[in-house]
């Protein structure tokens, strides 16, 4: 009974030096609190995305809009609106593009009982204009959907209007559409509306100078307001 006594004090001893020693060396042999087991787990929330800084999205831009020109100082029973197809591509550096446009325009010119037509020769035919520009665009870059802009472009017309010629080769002759080079500028408004990343629905208005030239008479004005879609 002694001995069983002496052993078990002898015991308590070890086991109270061995842990006095572990707590002075710096050692917690604590155990961590389990987690409540009716509570649902939730996974931390992900961080924020850095924000893209304004007017830093380089890249291509391009797109096409369809318009209706308007002229200016015209009989509107003669000089019917037409429509004009633009397409349009360039370098956008955020607050600016640089880019390259070409178009058609067609105008109806309705001849019919039109003073100094002689009889026989009236009739409707269209006024066709086929242009190329460089172009020189400020936009206003933003966080939200709508992308302002204003536009100027230097253009380079080609004109025709019931005019035709003989074209030959080494095999045949045909008769071709005659155009006839004019200079002129354009200055045009809009407003973007982004509808997904990259696509924005694009809507403004147009106005166009152009010079006599070897087609006109005299100078010639007329806006156009235009939708269309433009990707960059």
């Known amino acids: 009974m002694g001995r069983v006594i002496s052993w078990g004090v002898l015991g ?3 086991a109270f030096g061995t842990a006095h020693q572990a707590s002075a060396q710096g050692y917690d ?5 389990p987690l409540p087991q009716d509570e649902p787990y939730v996974p931390p929330a992900p961080e924020p ?8 999205n380089r890249g291509f831009q391009g797109g096409f809009n ?12 003669i000089v019917r609106p037409g429509a004009d197809l633009h397409l349009f591509g360039g370098y956008d550096i955020g607050y600016a593009m640089f880019g390259i446009n070409l178009g058609a325009m067609w105008t109806p010119i309705d001849l019919n009982g039109a003073p100094g037509v002689p009889a026989g020769s009236g009739g409707r035919s269209p006024l066709t204009r086929l242009y190329g520009a460089p172009e020189v665009r400020v936009q206003v870059p933003n966080r939200t959907p709508i992308l302002p802009y204003l536009a100027m472009t230097f253009d380079i017309n080609f004109w025709n209007f019931r005019e035709t010629g003989i074209v030959c080769n080494y095999w045949y002759c045909t008769q071709a559409n005659v ?31 152009s010079g006599a030239g070897n087609f006109f008479q005299r100078k010639e004005q007329w806006v156009t307001p235009y939708l269309g879609f433009f990707f960059r």
């Open 12 to 14: 308590a001893m070890i």
């Open 29 to 33: 042999y604590s155990y961590p609190t």
């Open 179 to 209: 155009f006839r080079f004019t200079p002129g500028f354009t200055a045009k408004v809009g407003i973007a509306f982004r509808i997904k990343r990259g696509a924005h629905i694009d809507l403004g208005a147009k106005y166009s100078y």
């Open 66 to 77: 369809i318009g209706v020109p308007i002229w200016f100082n015209v009989d509107d029973s």
């Open 49 to 56: 995305e850095p924000e893209e800084k304004v007017g830093q």
